[in-house]
């Protein structure tokens, strides 16, 4: 059977717009002078603590207490939100555009250090779905280039989204349907944020996204190297 010509053009851009990977449009939030940390150790390792960068940005490192993967706490009381300067200045264009729906970004997970993915790695049973396999490829947390968020409150009180953090469930992945549509477009809310942004998702959670440019920060940044 003969294809029509319009369904056939219609397939062919739908191909070549999934091919050719995320486009951003508009102007690009980074520009060539970014942010120095004040903190000498965590400039001279290039993070930043993005409390620095926008202060209105909420900061709950779940790590630092208990989780659904690790009983204990995965950081020490203390840690540091830290990205990349370039990342953290693509999160506060995200925070700004969610505030126009009247909630702030919640940062979840920043900075990583190689030594808790690893930890991380073997508490979630080895499962790549969800924890990047430290022996295959580096995490993009521990590059400095990832961070997981959700939303709150501008006056920042927590709101229902799709599942908590760290739940492994097909509920958790970026293109799940929430039957409740509230949920659903908080959730879209943060989606076209970080896009516009300059972020793309990770299919199986919803609240990991990663900086378009990670490819320009390689290097893991070891735990000793923010440590004074």
Known sequence: ??????????????IAA???GPRWKGRDPVFSKLPVSRIPRYAKANLIEISQVDSS?????????GSTILKSPLYEMGMPALLRPETAVRLRRANEVVKKHGYR??????????????KLWYASGEDVRFVADPFS???QHSCGTAVDVTLVTSSGK??????????????A?????????????????LQRAMYEAGFF?????????TDKNFKKYPDTIALKDIRS
């Open 105 to 118: 970004i919640q940062v979840w997970d920043a900075y990583r250090p190689p030594s808790a993915q690893l």
């Open 201 to 209: 998702p990770l299919p199986n959670e919803w609240w990991h996204f």
């Open 173 to 189: 992945a970026a293109r799940y349907e929430h039957p409740d549509p509230e949920v659903m477009k908080r959730k879209k809310i």
């Open 1 to 14: 059977m003969r294809v029509p010509l319009a369904l056939a053009l219609i397939g062919s851009a739908i």
């Open 137 to 139: 490829k580096p995490s």
């Open 18 to 20: 999934c091919s050719s």
């Open 57 to 65: 940005i909420s900061i709950d490192l779940r790590y630092t207490r």
């Open 158 to 171: 927590a709101v229902e989204m799709p599942t908590g953090f760290d739940v492994f469930s097909p509920k």
